[in-house]
């Protein structure tokens, strides 16, 4: 079982950046692949980044490829995302997610525990 809090959310004016970062308890954190999703009103939830296990891999979405970096402390059971230059499009609830494994895709059935999500708003 893993448990996951993300935090760091809030209110940004475009171009500014912000960083989340997510917390861990429980069993093994280095043995799962983690991710970060984000889920805008009205839309579905949609991948953004993955990170591997060891954190010698990672992928993005395009939307966020060159402003967004996912990064781990597997001493202190934190994966973090990175946000620059954000745009108003950035808003949305973000969620990081676990997935048992080396590394793990962009789907949602993927990723195995879920934490409750942060509000980050980008004003224009």
């Known amino acids: 079982q893993v448990q996951l809090v993300e935090s760091g959310g809030g209110l940004v004016q475009a171009g500014g950046p912000l960083r989340l970062p997510c917390a861990a308890s429980g069993r093994s954190f280095s043995r799962y692949a983690m991710g970060w999703f984000r889920q805008a009103p009205g839309k579905e939830r949609e991948f953004v980044t993955v990170i591997s296990y060891s954190g010698g891999t990672t992928y993005y979405a395009d939307s966020v490829k060159g402003r967004f970096t996912i990064t781990r402390d597997n001493a202190k059971n934190t994966v973090y995302l990175q946000m620059n230059s954000l745009k108003p499009e950035d808003t949305a609830v973000y969620y990081c997610?676990?997935?048992?494994?080396?590394?793990?895709?962009?789907?949602?059935?993927?990723?195995?525990?879920w934490g409750q999500g942060t509000q980050v708003t980008v004003s224009s």
């Open positions: 997610a676990a997935a048992h494994g080396y590394y793990s895709g962009t789907g949602l059935k993927e990723y195995d525990y």
